[in-house]
């Protein structure tokens, strides 16, 4: 018997979506829901755990099983979820805000577990539910409602964090470029270990256009360079741009002057992760910013394995647990 | 070994072991409970230490004590008064002294009182040369440094090693004066040491030299024999309060048939039970050190989704960490068992001291109305029933279930008869099945307004939970005025109902009378003896015990109100009296402590008698005398 064909319906739930019209969360749901019947994953192995904000509204809208937890903590839902039941899919959904302030701890611990989970980071730098505060990715100098005189916090980049956690995948997208959402969403899937893709998400209520140099068709080809394994990084409306290492920095060169061979080769497997760093730290407007896998390393022992081997381990040693010699454990005695 | 000298018969001894936190007292109080217990008396023990890893060597915020009572009947406290005291330096004699009784046994390491130590315990001459201190105590001075140096001369240890032996020596006199045998200990340091053989055998030297110096000076003239207690047939083992947690936690996970999580965050006092549980992983206890109390709970709250039987423990700052997801937990309706190792408060209080001040926290200690069941155990060998029962109501009802315990049952330890695999209760888990067709309602209440148990992985029952309000049955998220008054209700209700399938309160007395004392978790013991010592001094006085505080048993209104008089002590300023009061309408009187000590029996004594109604109170003082 073959298993039924489910289709990106088969995944959308019975419940109204309630983003903001013209939302980048919607891009985002559709291509989830695009991505996950290729997969060949049931819908009842499927669990989408997300913290607090816009974003993490999600697992309602998805027809698997799913928790809406607490604010920043849907990493640690998933480590009790996924080393208790290695065999579900688990997929954590979270913010900026939710993963880099209130969640900053449990981002960086899930990475360094390298829990076999995939984090779905929507990036758009404000706060969307509390109404338009700025939040640890919004630019310095940014006008919010809580920052009139402009935000004098330094952003945090979220791929910078994961790489210093030496997280085995790590990747950007946008919800504007459906098809790259698409492609990297399932590489994150596919990759054993936590996954983290950052996505580019526009707030169109907020903080509109923050992200235009990146996403608009018009821009996007000055902006941004698209990684891929073990290709040079070339980017501009003709390809007419490269990047390449000089010392312990990267440039933009023109490719008019400079031989091909010169250009950085992207090495997402490279387990040092200098270079990667090097490329998560390209930020507009001095440089154009990486979009794709900028690491996939594999073969790190995955915590959820870790903690299972360990109990199959003991057994194996040991004998299945005994009750009562647990108890007589030790010295006892007798009273008649 | 078999004395020469006279043997007194005694019906129970009260002894403490203090020195500096670097002496090994622990050690040395754990081999005189095991060999006590293993002599088949009935042992209580509290042990004492500083906060501080090592405090300020001499000083007296480095004492470490530890207290045992062993008995030839059943004792349910580790003693008010001491009959004998050990001290191995100057800052543990006058920290401890004013426990000892009067003409009580004092051992004193004479080496280690010098004019440096005098220094350090800040006291001016020689408090054993005190002429007061001959008249009170029995005072035995013995240079235990100078004589293990000797007894382990042989074994070329190093000095510093050497001195280390000095606990075994003091044990080993110890052993002699209370006719304990020497075999478990000796046992234990060939278990412990057998990789140092020449450690090993000078402990073994130090603790023989000890025993014959009992035997051998002229100094002591009798030894005292405790016979064994009466206790309920059965297999016996002493226990520590965690201990017994974890082992009733592994217990119910077996009854149950699902493997345990485990997710904490360290923290004193409750860092055994990690300790214990991480060795059980060929039972199927995954145990998971978190980086901070709040992901301890939430990956304890992500197993309970995914089916595992969940367990997190923490002690009250860390609980306050948790407090959100609690709320979480309690609106997601999972099943899982929350762990209070109560220690003193606020803040960082009281680290390594007992207190029971978390109460109204476990009940009120959430955003909005958020019932939980809480029980909490009455001794060490409780805390394995209590484990089991937690887990079976927190699977009956769908909902987690707190669990107060507190430092003095968490490191106290008592003789535990070993239950029998059929005794133990059967605890029932049932996961849905997909009904072909029919929608599946998450939220679908059964008798006992509990919702089901579904997990992912199931075909058919996909479904989402969180923490906003859920619409009755379908769980769908619902900003429904009426609604949500409805849920706040069944969830309250569902907590409540509790009370129909727990058993109903008992009453160690007559089920009315002039006086009830009111107790609940470690105070037991206390209350209980106290309680007894009135009543056989003629009062009208008894005592109930709650195990389970919320909801509690079905009877307490009528009890409360069978008395003229209750009376409530706490190790807090009144927080079970204020629930009392407020659920019962019962004029409840308070006494409380907040020492970071357990209540002696005679101070409740005192504070029973000092409440007696005047009349009964004079009539008791007659029969008193009488008798």
């Not at chain 1, 954590?92 to 390298?114: E, K, M, P, W």
């Not at chain 1, 647990?326 to 009273?335: C, K, M, P, Q, S």
Request: glycine share 10%; net charge negative.
């Amino acid at each position: 018997m073959s298993l039924p064909v489910l289709k990106a319906a088969d995944f959308a739930s019975d419940q109204d979506i309630r983003w903001c019209p013209g939302c980048g969360d919607y891009s985002i749901l559709a291509q989830m829901k695009k991505v996950l019947p290729e997969l060949g994953v049931p819908r009842e192995k499927i669990v989408f755990i997300s913290g607090i904000g816009c974003s993490s509204r999600f697992p309602y809208y998805m027809n698997t099983y799913g928790m809406h937890s607490i604010h920043g903590r849907a990493p640690t839902f998933a480590t009790g979820l996924k080393s208790t039941r290695p065999d579900l899919m688990v997929w954590v959904i979270t913010g900026d805000g939710d993963a880099l302030s209130i969640g900053g701890n449990h981002f960086i611990h899930v990475l360094r577990r390298n829990l076999d989970v995939n984090i779905v980071l929507f990036n758009n730098r404000i706060y969307g539910l509390t109404k338009g505060q700025y939040s640890p990715t919004s630019t310095e100098g940014q006008i919010t409602k809580s920052t009139p005189m402009g935000s004098i916090d330094h952003p945090l980049s979220p791929l910078s964090v994961a790489l210093a956690a030496e997280a085995t995948f790590v990747a950007r997208s946008m919800d504007a470029n459906v098809k790259h959402l698409g492609d990297v969403l399932k590489r994150a899937a596919q990759h054993k270990g936590t996954s983290l893709v950052e996505v580019y998400q526009n707030c169109n209520v907020f903080n509109d256009g923050a992200m235009a140099y990146a996403q608009e068709k018009k821009q996007r080809a000055d902006n941004v360079v698209e990684l891929e394994h073990g290709k040079p990084l070339v980017f501009g409306h003709d390809n007419e741009k490269g990047i390449r290492l000089v010392g312990n920095h990267l440039e933009i060169v023109q490719r008019s002057e400079v031989p091909d061979d010169d250009l950085l080769i992207h090495d997402e497997q490279d387990p040092n992760p200098s270079i990667q760093m090097m490329l998560a730290r390209m930020r507009y407007p001095e440089m154009p910013e990486p979009m794709g896998v900028l690491r996939a390393v594999t073969g790190v022992a995955t915590y959820n394995d870790q903690i299972n081997d360990q109990v199959a381990l003991a057994k194996t040693k040991k004998g299945e647990g005994d009750l009562e010699a647990l108890f007589r454990a030790g010295d006892t005695w007798e009273v008649e | 070994m078999t004395t020469t000298k006279e043997v007194k018969s005694v019906t129970g001894i009260t002894v403490r072991l203090a020195g500096d936190s670097g002496d090994g007292m622990q050690l040395l109080g754990t081999q005189l409970t095991n060999t006590s217990a293993l002599a088949g008396n009935d042992v209580a023990t509290f042990p004492d230490f500083p906060a501080e890893i090592r405090a300020p060597r001499g000083t007296r915020a480095g004492v470490s004590g530890f207290q045992v009572q062993f008995a030839r009947e059943e004792i349910f406290t580790p003693g008010d008064t001491l009959d004998a005291l050990v001290v191995m330096n100057p800052a543990a004699m006058v920290t401890n002294l004013g426990d000892l009784r009067k003409g009580g046994i004092l051992i004193a390491n004479e080496d280690g009182f010098n004019d440096k130590e005098f220094k350090l315990a800040n006291v001016e001459s020689n408090p054993l040369d005190a002429s007061v201190i001959e008249e009170t105590y029995r005072v035995f001075k013995v240079p235990m440094t100078a004589l293990t140096r000797d007894a382990v001369s042989q074994h070329g240890l190093s000095p510093k090693i050497a001195d280390r032996c000095k606990n075994f020596f003091a044990m080993g006199l110890v052993y002699w004066l209370f006719g304990r045998s020497l075999e478990p200990t000796l046992r234990f340091i060939s278990d412990k040491f057998g990789k140092k053989p020449d450690v090993a055998a000078a402990n073994e030297a130090a603790l023989r030299a000890g025993w014959a110096f009992g035997e051998t000076t002229e100094a002591f003239g009798e030894s005292y024999q405790v016979e064994a207690a009466e206790l309920t047939p059965g297999t016996y083992r002493n226990i520590m309060g965690n201990q017994a947690l974890a082992l009733g936690l592994v217990a119910a996970s077996k009854v149950s048939g699902k493997d345990m999580f485990y997710g904490t965050y360290p923290i004193t006092p409750a860092s055994d039970i990690l300790h214990e549980l991480t060795r059980f992983k060929n039972f199927g206890v995954r145990t998971f050190q978190a980086e901070d109390e709040i992901a301890a709970v939430c990956a304890t709250i992500g197993a309970a989704f995914g089916g595992t039987m969940a367990v997190t423990a923490s002690s009250g700052p860390g609980i306050a960490l948790k407090a959100e997801a609690m709320g979480l937990g309690m609106m997601l309706e999972l099943p899982m068992i929350v762990i209070n190792v109560q220690r003193g408060g606020p803040s960082t209080g009281l680290p390594t001291k007992t207190e029971q001040s978390d109460l109204l926290q476990a009940m009120f200690g959430r955003n909005g109305e958020s019932p939980i069941p809480i029980l909490a155990p009455r001794s060490p060998g409780d805390c394995f029933d209590i484990a089991v029962e937690a887990w079976r109501i927190a699977t009956e009802c769908m909902v987690p279930v707190m669990l107060l315990s507190d430092g003095y049952i968490a490191n106290g330890s008592e003789p535990w008869r070993i239950p029998e695999l059929s005794d133990l209760p059967k605890i029932e888990i049932t996961h849905p099945e997909a009904n072909d067709g029919e929608p599946f309602l998450p939220y679908l209440r059964d008798e006992n307004l509990s919702r089901p148990w579904a997990i992912p992985g199931t075909e058919g029952l996909t479904h989402r939970v969180g923490g906003l309000e859920k619409e009755h049955e379908t769980g769908n998220v619902s900003y429904d005025p009426k609604n949500h008054q409805d849920m706040v209700r069944r969830r309250a209700e569902k907590v409540a109902k509790i009370a129909e399938r727990i058993p109903e309160q008992d009453i160690f007395g007559e089920t009315s009378g002039d006086l009830l004392v009111v107790s609940w978790g470690g105070t037991y013991g206390a209350c209980h003896t106290a309680t007894k010592r009135c009543q056989e001094a003629g009062h009208s006085v008894s005592h109930i015990h709650l195990r389970y505080i919320n909801p509690m048993p079905r009877n307490i209104g009528t009890l409360l109100r069978s008395f003229k008089k209750v009376i409530v002590p706490e190790l807090n300023m009144g927080q079970l009296r204020m629930l009392l009061r407020a659920e019962y309408l019962v004029d409840c009187i308070g006494f409380n402590k907040v020492q970071g000590k357990p209540f002696t029996i005679s101070e409740l004594v005192e504070a029973i008698e000092s409440n007696m109604p005047a009349a009964a109170s004079k009539n008791a003082a007659a029969v008193s005398k009488a008798g």
